[in-house]
């Protein structure tokens, strides 16, 4: 059994562990979302490392991959799937753990995206997609609750303009529709990969105070994933 209050977790229960992931569009409002979450103590929150994605050894992959993603997408993909499967097996440090996406989502969602748009080769694709399967049927990625937070595609695009990421400078409104799109088919309408937890859709369009409100109220839910 757990309990919040005020931001403080009461857990009772030896042992049990619980594992959410935070999913939703790019610049869905994830960020804000786990900062929200991380100032409650027993949860640890960990952040997509798009800092490794921006500079590895001093390249930078997600900035290559939104300038040619045929020639690299690949490259960041691979990238992706090494820096997330190494966030999914580091060992707890709270009897909560809140994670941005996941080794998932990048296959489900954003390989996916770059083969189905055609700017991935087939032979890139099915690389990855044995790298991924392996890892999956191989390395336990413990998920008890999937947070979705459900954008509409131009919110998304609004909010990319004004963040004004320097590589996100060239993504078209229609690269965050077919992001949407595979997020509702994966997540909404389960029709084209396994979803693994259950999951709780949370409407993200609204503006900050409003967003801060719902999370407040769905704190409990959230909190209480594997009790
Ligand atoms: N990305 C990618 N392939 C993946 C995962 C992410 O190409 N498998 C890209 C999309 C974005 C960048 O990485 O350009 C960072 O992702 P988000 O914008 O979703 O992350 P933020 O932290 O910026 O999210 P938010 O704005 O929701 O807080």
């Not at 997330?84 to 990048?106: G, K, T």
Request: charged share 25%; net charge negative; hydrophobic share 40%.
């Amino acid at each position: 059994m757990l309990s919040s209050s005020q931001g403080k977790l009461v857990r009772n229960g030896e042992g049990k562990k619980s594992v959410i992931w935070l999913e939703g569009n790019i610049a869905s409002g994830k960020t804000t979302c786990l900062e929200y979450f991380s100032k409650t103590s027993d949860i640890e929150v960990l952040t997509e490392p798009v800092s490794k994605w921006r500079n590895v050894q001093g390249c930078n992959p997600l900035g290559l991959m939104y300038q040619d993603p045929s020639r690299w997408g690949l490259t960041l993909q691979t990238y992706v799937q090494l820096t997330m499967l190494d966030r999914h097996v580091l060992p707890m440090a709270s009897p909560i753990r809140m994670m941005e996406r996941s080794i998932y989502s990048a296959k489900y969602i954003f390989v996916e995206n770059l083969y189905k748009s055609g700017k991935m080769p087939e032979v890139d694709f099915a690389v990855l997609s044995e790298w991924f399967e392996w890892i999956v049927k191989n390395i336990a990625i413990p998920v008890d609750l999937i947070v979705y937070l459900q954008t509409s595609p131009q919110t998304c695009y609004e909010r990319l303009k004004q963040r004004c990421r320097e590589e996100e400078k060239v993504i078209p409104l229609e690269y965050i529709e077919s992001i949407h799109n595979l997020y509702e088919d994966w997540l909404i309408h389960h029709k084209s990969f396994e979803v693994p937890a259950p999951v709780l859709v949370m409407p993200a369009d609204h503006d900050l105070k409003k967003m801060l409100h719902q999370f407040e109220e769905n704190r409990e839910k959230i909190l209480m994933a594997n009790c």
